[in-house]
């Protein structure tokens, strides 16, 4: 295999777009040919039709749906999009439709076509809160029994409306208003390259470089005057400008030790010797 995945027939999308105006006709609202993928946009009571001739009319044949989505834009009156990814096998072909709706207005459930679409409409539903008429058994999919709100609308709150806790008390998990416990928080409004104001425990080790290059926050003066402190006293020297073979410098606690005796053995115990 010459790619890692199947390779993605793009050169077929004006040949899409043409066919799909001739089969759907007036049930297209309008079309789009943008980033290398189709999208059709369907009247919302026509989409059943309109699937039904996109997965069968020669020339299109889009056999599996792959994936439903959902778009929240706050600003529309009718805020919601729902998406929906259809796959041709025998032309190796993407595309996608869409269809506009609200809060209220149900749309038609494509479950009649392919019935895997209901686990996905149920998805859309729990997490938009948009409505599918025909759909049998839609009930939330991902979030828990009596669950508030829908959590990818814009205006859904990040918080949330409750939090949930096991409650020892009660022995079973409890809904509660959401607490934002934040009263031993220090806040620091600040750039975090510059870092804080005040010193933190260890803070202390970093004053001094650990060894030549090393990253310090310290001045070139005050490396050098660190590498001062650090340096050893130089001894004094003599005429020669070293200290005489055989000797030590003055004031070492060696010079006067005697050279220890070769035939002496030390004792294994105080006051014995062998």
């Keep these: 295999m010459r790619a890692p995945a199947p390779a993605y027939a793009a050169d077929l999308n004006g040949e899409t777009v043409e066919r799909a105006r001739d089969v759907l006709g007036a049930m297209l609202v309008r079309d789009q040919d943008r980033v290398g993928e189709v999208s059709l946009f369907v009247a919302r009571d026509r989409l059943a039709d309109a699937m039904e001739l996109l997965r069968t009319a020669p020339g299109l044949e889009y056999q599996q749906l792959m994936e439903i989505a959902g778009v929240d834009y706050p600003e529309r009156a009718e805020r919601f999009e729902v998406v929906y990814m259809l796959l041709s096998l025998t032309r190796n072909h993407r595309i996608q439709v869409r269809v506009s709706t609200d809060e209220d207005a149900p ?7 392919w019935p895997v679409a ?33 959590p990818l609308r814009k205006d859904f709150p990040q918080t949330g409306y409750v939090e949930m806790r096991y409650s020892e008390e009660e022995k079973r998990v409890v809904y509660e208003p959401v607490k934002l416990a934040q009263d031993y928080r220090n806040f620091e409004f600040m750039s ?83």
Aim: glycine residues 14%; hydrophobic residues 30%; charged residues 20%.
């Design 107 to 113: 749309v038609p459930s494509v479950t009649g076509i």
């Design 118 to 150: 209901g686990w996905l409409e149920r998805e859309v539903y729990d997490l938009f809160g948009v409505l599918f008429e025909g759909n049998q058994d839609l009930r939330r999919i991902l979030t828990d029994y009596g669950f508030r709100g829908h």
């Design 192 to 274: 975090p390259w510059e870092g804080a104001a005040y010193d933190l425990p260890g803070d202390e080790k970093g004053q001094v470089p650990q060894a030549k290059g090393a990253q310090t926050p310290l001045s070139a003066a005050e490396i050098a005057k660190a590498d001062a402190a650090k340096a050893p006293s130089t001894p004094p020297v003599g005429t020669s400008g070293s200290y005489a073979k055989g000797t030590n410098p003055p004031g070492d606690a060696s010079a006067n030790a005697k050279p220890a005796d070769p035939h002496v053995v030390p004792s294994e115990g105080k006051g014995q010797n062998q």
